[in-house]
């Protein structure tokens, strides 16, 4: 049975924050069923920290438990192409080990029984009015213990968990168990920023969610076993999140997403062989695991919220 567009129980939510219902729209068109199962796991990396770059980026790997080749793909792949437990990031393509283990990884993630939802938001675009990211408020909202003396900080820490609320609030089923698995990023550089970000969420999540979920839990990437599946799994968001942050940094000059046309609108000579390869795997159209990039552009003084399909004006 289809279930409807997932709207904010309150008015006010959506008044404040009209960009997350254009997403939610966005993602129940790509996919109109939630998850079967009883439990959805949630891999997230981020990219666009570097000054060229006009783009941020945030990808989140949502998976369910159906049973998939995934893990015997992923050990393989490991025991055949790496002497020890270093981990496949798209900073560090350079490596012979992990160059050579790029193309069956990427070809392992197409069997994941998930979807791949990668954002990518001009930073010019406030998603909430200034005067609301205070420590002060976020203190009184979300009950935060750790110490936030930069509002940078704590604005990308209430974004992603916002980002994050809004999957689960169209993806999950009454009484799901919820994990969100995080790379090491400064929002959760320690145990209380951990701990105010699974709050964060928590909060964030019940302003959407229609139904209540059986448990959330939240930790990183620091607190996996040896096998690396967290590892594993964070690292197809870390090299979607490193791929269209490269992709964004080469539009040609004052060209943004929103005019985009194809290849032509990208400094094609700047972009790497392995965003190129990313890329292509990212829009392909046939495999188990489903992918959408969304935009939030600036255009003049306002903001739009798109799909992008990189196939568009290419003939």
Known sequence: MRHAVVTPRSAAMRRLFPWGFSIQKILYAVRREPFAGRHLLVGSDYGGDHKKSRYNTYAFLVVGDRPSRWLSLQREIRQRHFTDSRRISFKRLSDPQRRAALVPFLQAAHELPGHLVAFVVHKSVSLYPPSEIKTNWAKELFGLSAEWKKRPS???????????????????????????????????????R???????????????????????????TRMDGPGLEFEDLVAIADLTAGMLAELSSTLAKNASWSDFNGRHSLNSDEVQQKSELIADWFWHPWATLGRTCIVIDRVGQKSRVFKLDMLEGQG
Do not use: C, G
């Open 154 to 192: 704590l604005y990308e820490a209430v974004r992603k968990a916002h980002l994050f609320s809004l999957l689960v609030s169209q993806w999950s089923r009454p009484l799901m168990d919820v994990t969100w698995i995080s790379d090491e990023d400064q929002f959760v550089a320690n145990e209380k």
């Open 194 to 220: 951990l701990d105010d970000a699974q709050q964060i969420a928590a909060r964030l999540s019940s302003l959407y969610l229609p139904h209540t979920l059986r448990e959330f839990a939240m930790n990183t």
